[in-house]
């Protein structure tokens, strides 16, 4: 019998391939004991990536049927970035490079008055916690820690949309200042992934203006 893991794989490919199945079917498939299927589509079942339906038949007691959820989807292979590279490519050849700077910059908007709200009426250190978690839920594999009072290093192990910032830099330039509007902070973009850093490593400080009033409030 294969590694556990794999014979899971197997599964959601073979559930993805030849649609609903029983665990016999499976089991018939798999070359492996209903039993141990029945194991592994437990484990599926718990994490969300499979349900099943009663299968009733002519003959004999309802049997269950295994099919994939909508969260199994992020296991398969996807080619959205080369989609989104070819449409923008498409727009900026009949609409100029000037449009493109108005998709980014109305994307950097809309991404700011749709989250604005999460980092109100917190301190700097919660606004860049927030984003962290934010960020995060997206897939960037964030990191943060506070260097002072003042200032702060977060870093983003991941880029999900490195393919896409290679070749339209206003990408990074949308989340940069998406950044500094939600943290209504000073933000420096040291080192960036689409230009050949390792990670993307932002410095975080308070707004000079910010220190004045935090200064005045302390004395």
């Known amino acids: 019998m294969r590694e556990n893991g794999s014979t899971r794989n197997q599964i959601l490919i073979l559930l993805k ?11 018939e498939h798999l070359g492996v004991t209903e039993m141990a299927v029945r194991r592994h589509l437990n484990t599926l079942e718990r994490d969300q990536l499979i349900q ?3 299968l009733r038949q002519s003959m004999g007691r309802p ?13 398969f292979p996807k ?19 000037e449009f493109i700077d108005s998709l ?3 994307r950097e908007k809309r991404l700011t008055e749709s989250y604005q709200s999460m980092f109100q009426e917190k301190s700097l250190r919660e606004r860049i916690e927030t984003l962290a978690k934010l960020q995060e839920s997206k897939g960037y594999m964030v990191e943060w820690e506070e260097n002072s009072a003042e200032s702060f ?4 192990h991941n880029c999900p949309i490195v393919q ?6 206003q990408a990074c330039n949308c989340e940069l200042n998406w950044f500094r509007n939600l943290l209504d902070a000073e933000v420096q973009l040291y080192e960036c992934k689409a230009k050949g ?11 000079a203006e910010n220190q004045e009033v935090i200064k005045e409030a302390i004395k």
């Not at 970035?81 to 498409?90: E, N, S």
């Open 17 to 27: 391939t030849k649609g609903p199945l029983t665990v016999s079917d499976m089991a």
């Open 52 to 54: 099943s339906q009663l």
């Open 63 to 75: 049997t269950s049927q295994y099919f994939l959820t909508e969260k199994s989807e992020e296991f």
């Open 79 to 97: 080619n959205y970035h080369m989609f989104t590279l070819d449409l923008l490519q498409d727009l900026e050849e009949l609409q100029g490079s």
């Open 104 to 106: 980014f910059r109305n």
């Open 153 to 156: 290093t977060l870093v983003e």
């Open 164 to 169: 896409i910032a290679n070749r339209y830099n």
């Open 197 to 207: 850093g390792q990670n993307c490593v932002y410095f975080i400080r308070q707004k």
